[in-house]
């Protein structure tokens, strides 16, 4: 028997304390509906209707202030990354260990020049098999960098055969047997494909064991589940804004540095202007003294008017809280499971297998058969914007900013459908 039904989905949207906050995004228009029935925020959030404003008034102090808008702008821009600080509450950290600047994977490369320093016996790198591509190859040039080969300092750890996620026991012995050799444990925090969410705390620890560093790319883990990152310890973490944080196409970026290190002017990184020490900023003296915290790995001024767009979505997350964010999503995410498996019963035709681990945020990834792809076809055609992955992955991740249960049912009427 169904264990879901379009009442149960009109209850729980009603008992839902963010349902308001559905009208404060764009929802595109769909071919067949009003709306689409959208399930890829863990690709692009959609976006706040305050973004324009936001925008807006940078531009008109660009307009109106010219040059003296760094100053005498309604947001001044020379202290444009203090407007971020909230941002730590999203990530669980202390307000001076987190930035907002650049893009994700530039972000990346500047955390590795700090934090993977290898040496003649201490070089190697342990990762997930299948990151995502970013991760791959800028680990790959890394090494390269240094002047290691690929295949001898990365070590990337897959799932036991017949399993579709890493379990965290296989990990720690990685580490364990990679001993005093390993240099840095680098992973996501949620893992792309499979909507794994890694146990953060432990691999962490499990690298300090071993005297190794504890890097994290949190783009599918920010604002999607709940992270401690200043109390588990990790060295350091980079995430993009524009997936479950809702800030845009190509949206500014995230970085946190546990103040250990960021506290530490001697921490080794590449330095620039913005990242100078602020009250002597202006003095544009030689030599470098950083600013302390992760604003000391500033290097340009900040983009205004994409940080903006940020700023709209940030001071949403501000007012609701993650804590109300994670208990809304593991909702949806758990009645898009039942909904899924119901219409998999109704229908014969639904052959797929879920294969993210019950340790989730919003992401749901559906393995599918030969007829997967005609599956997402036949969706796409019926204004289900879900997300495609090859070789035969479906993934779906209603968003609680925007996602209500009934679109989840009516999802579920279509599945019935195929």
């Known amino acids: 028997m169904p264990t879901t039904s ?3 989905a009109e209850d729980l949207d009603r008992q839902d304390s963010l349902k308001t906050y559905r009208n404060q995004f764009y929802i595109p228009s769909g071919k067949k509906r009003a709306e689409q029935l959208y399930f890829t925020g863990n690709s692009l959030g959609l976006q706040p209707k305050s973004a324009q404003t936001y925008i807006q008034q940078e531009l008109d102090d660009w ?11 309604k947001n001044p821009w020379f202290s444009y990354h203090h407007f971020f600080e909230k ?3 999203v990530v669980g950290a202390n307000k001076d260990e987190v930035v907002v600047m650049n893009n994700l994977t530039v972000n990346l490369h500047l955390l590795l020049v700090s934090f993977y320093r290898p040496s003649s016996k201490r070089y190697k790198i342990i990762m997930e098999a299948g990151a995502f591509p970013s991760d791959m190859y800028v680990i ?7 002047g290691f080969d690929y295949d001898d300092a990365v070590i990337e750890l897959e799932p036991r055969q017949g399993e579709h996620h890493l379990r965290t ?3 720690v012995q990685a580490i364990d047997e990679a001993g005093d050799e390993l240099a840095l444990l680098f992973f996501s925090g949620v893992q792309y494909y499979t909507g794994q969410y890694f146990d953060i705390q432990t691999l962490t620890a499990a690298a300090h064991k071993v005297g190794a560093m504890a890097g994290f790319d949190c783009a599918h883990a920010a604002g999607n589940v709940k992270l401690q990152l200043h109390d588990w310890q990790v060295d350091f973490a980079a995430w993009c804004t524009y997936k479950y944080m809702n800030s845009g196409p190509g949206g500014v970026s995230g970085v946190f540095i546990h103040e250990k290190h960021g506290n ?6 590449f330095a620039g202007w913005w990242g100078h020490k602020e009250s002597e900023r202006f003095l544009m003296k030689r030599g470098y003294i950083p600013e302390p915290g992760a604003a000391g790995w500033q290097l340009s001024n900040a983009s205004v008017i994409t940080m903006a767009a940020h700023k709209a979505s940030l001071d949403m997350f501000e007012e609701v809280g993650m804590d109300a964010l994670v208990f809304k999503g593991q909702k949806l995410n758990h009645f898009l499971q039942q909904v899924v498996i119901d219409a998999q019963i109704s229908n014969s035709k639904l052959a797929f297998e879920i294969i993210t681990p019950e340790d989730r945020g919003c992401q749901l990834s559906m393995l599918t058969n030969e007829n997967g792809k005609s599956l997402f076809d036949y969706l796409t055609a019926n204004d289900v914007i879900a997300d495609w992955r090859e070789p035969n992955v479906i993934r779906l991740a209603p968003v609680p900013f925007y996602n209500s249960f009934i679109d989840i049912w009516e999802f579920g009427e279509l599945l019935k459908k195929f």
């Open 63 to 73: 307009k109106n202030l010219g040059v003296e808008g760094h100053f005498h702008g």
């Open 140 to 146: 790959e040039s890394q090494v390269k960098h240094h």
């Open 264 to 269: 530490n002017p001697d921490t080794l990184r």
């Open 169 to 171: 026991e296989d990990i």
């Open 87 to 89: 941002e730590a509450k």
């Open 6 to 8: 379009k009442q149960l």
